[in-house]
């Protein structure tokens, strides 16, 4: 990672400085900003009770995968390996599939990835029975909220950091 | 989330199952007790949202308080701010989004907002019908390529998709209140499908 130039998340991944265009525009509506780095600090407060850590970083960087959004999934792989989690795990995250979660004997996370991939990949086919995977894999429904809320934002920031640097592009095709 | 059940749409529009009628929401799994919630719980419901309390959505989300406080701070903050892209053309890109992703939901309570806002659904009409071609402008048709783009393919997402936008007169500070407002119904669209489901009111 370069050195970062705000503590803003979003920021620092797209690369925006004060003083370009794109920056200053976003900088005008504050509290969105303000919102999203609060959501990505409460989504992975290492004492957010139901959901561990480890857990919420894996579907993170599995998510960053699928869409895909390289800059997320350098940070989330990134967070993975100073929070010492388990290298099969991240190559299940990285490169693998819900059935390995299951090959390693992790079916707690193999339901939590198999959802992952539903809500990214196609959320309209999310019905009843995907959702009642959760508590029959003995998920607790604040964690199946926690879970899900995190799946809703990736979808965001993923989106949020594309758009991003499509005007910083622009911005300096235009310079 | 809800629209105040007295909006009634000048005309009733329903197309590839999506309609602008009001539709309530119910949770497929347990939903906070108000009389169990915890007074941090309590606070974050009344600043949510008016009908927070009563509404199925808040009270399934409120089982995580934190998460659900930033949550609806963002969610306000895009759509609600004075200033920028006008509040229509943010509804608009909600609508657009909603259809893409397969919300009835969301595309009911936003398609009832941008009729309210803009005094016309002639352009939700054609997002229901056929989102790939919809939009009465070429300002609109900008709008709604763009929502569809960022919905469909962000990672392919380029300077030309912002050099199209501001070719129809958007400044960067419309373009990021549009990229906001379709990049927050990622989100929305993805808690209102996989937790519940819409119902018509009894």
Known sequence: ?175 | MSTPATFQPATVIRSHGFTNESLEWKAWLDVVQLGEATPDQMAVLEESHPKAKTSDYYLFLVHQPHILRERSTAFNAIMYAPGGLSRAERELGATVVSRINGCVYCGSVHAQRFEQLAKRSDTIAQVFEQPETAGTTAREKAIVQFSIKITEQPAALDAGDIDALQAEGLNEGEILDLLHSDAIFAWANRLMLNLGEPLLPA
């Open chain 1, 1 to 175: 990672m370069t050195t970062p130039v705000t503590d803003d998340l979003i920021d620092q991944l797209v690369g925006l400085a004060p003083g370009s265009r794109t920056y200053a525009a976003r900088h005008q509506r504050e509290k969105v900003a303000a919102a999203t780095q609060g959501s990505y600090n409460a989504l992975f407060d290492p004492a957010l009770p139901d959901l561990t850590l480890t857990e919420r970083l894996l579907v993170a960087l599995y998510a960053s995968r699928l869409t895909p959004a390289p800059e997320l999934a350098a940070h989330y792989r990134e967070r993975l390996q100073q929070a010492q989690a388990d290298a099969a795990l991240i190559q299940v995250a990285e490169a693998g599939e819900p059935q390995d979660a299951q090959r390693l004997n992790q079916p707690r996370l193999a339901a939590i990835l198999s959802f992952t991939r539903t809500l990214i990949e196609k959320p309209v086919e999310g019905d009843k029975a995907v959702l009642l995977a959760l508590p029959a894999a003995g998920i607790s429904t604040p964690a199946v909220v926690a879970l899900s809320q995190l799946i809703a934002f990736l979808s965001y920031q993923v989106r949020l950091v594309a758009g991003l640097k499509a005007m910083k592009a622009s911005e300096e095709a235009h310079a």
